[in-house]
């Protein structure tokens, strides 16, 4: 069965506090693609981030870093100096290459930002 | 933003009732994507058109159906609706190549339907 599990349903920080994200995924496919979206209070899902299952390569962009981890089934999304503007609902999500273009979205994790 | 857009933003429907939902994809994109998203919860693929035919469906029932047209916008139609399909509706557009199952989505703003 594939699931993506992030256990963390709420998290709040005051500003300029670092925090991570955990995401979990279980598939048995050997070719998978995981992905972050940020959700804010508008509702529509902004893109951050894909990974492919053949590139463990970690990567940083400004104040965010992702690290991706086979061993643990595990891509973890870590905010550096958060700001007021990152608070909103962080998904990850798991894309096989046979289920026709089907994304499998973790419950989400609301982050909470306060000043 | 994407380039993604979706119509209606809001919707009010009541049980039985039939409702279409439109989506237009991001330019030079040529496959779409339909998503369910109740309240707290992540979103649920419905299913995806690539060259005007379904792709792929998620665990949804036949009165969740879809069209693509030629210039690959697309429509979501939910018949005999219950009040469990109370929820945001999203879109996503992606640029298949070889194969449309590995195309990164970009998601539109959603139409929240709510059935009274």
């Known amino acids: 069965a594939q699931k993506v599990t992030q256990a963390q349903t709420e998290i709040s920080v005051v500003e300029k506090e670092d925090v991570t994200l955990d995401c979990v995924y279980e598939t048995r496919d050997t070719t998978y693609y995981l992905f972050w979206y940020k959700q804010p209070p508008s509702g529509e899902l902004v893109f951050l981030i894909r990974r492919n299952s053949f590139d463990e390569q970690n990567e940083i962009s400004g104040r965010y870093s992702w690290n991706f981890q086979k061993s643990t089934s595990s891509f973890n999304f870590t905010i550096t100096a958060s700001q007021v503007v990152d608070s909103a609902v962080y998904f990850c999500a798991l894309g096989l290459y046979n289920q026709g273009g089907k994304l499998i979205f973790g419950q989400g994790t609301e982050l909470s930002v306060k000043p | 933003e994407t380039g993604v857009t979706q119509s209606p933003t809001h919707l009010i429907k009541t049980r039985g009732q039939q409702v279409t939902l439109r989506c237009s994809s991001q330019?030079?994109?040529?496959?779409v994507s339909w998503y369910q998203q109740a309240l707290g919860q992540g979103p649920q693929f419905i299913f995806q058109?690539?060259?005007?035919?379904?792709?792929g469906r998620g665990n949804f029932p036949p009165r969740f159906s879809g069209l693509q047209f030629p210039n690959y916008s697309s429509e979501l139609n939910v018949n005999a609706l219950e009040l469990d399909d109370s929820a945001l509706y999203l879109c996503a557009s992606s640029l298949a190549g070889t194969s449309p199952n590995q195309e990164t989505q970009y998601f539109g703003p959603g139409t929240r339907l709510l059935v009274l």
């Open positions: 330019s030079g994109h040529n496959t």
């Open positions: 058109y690539y060259r005007e035919e379904e792709n």
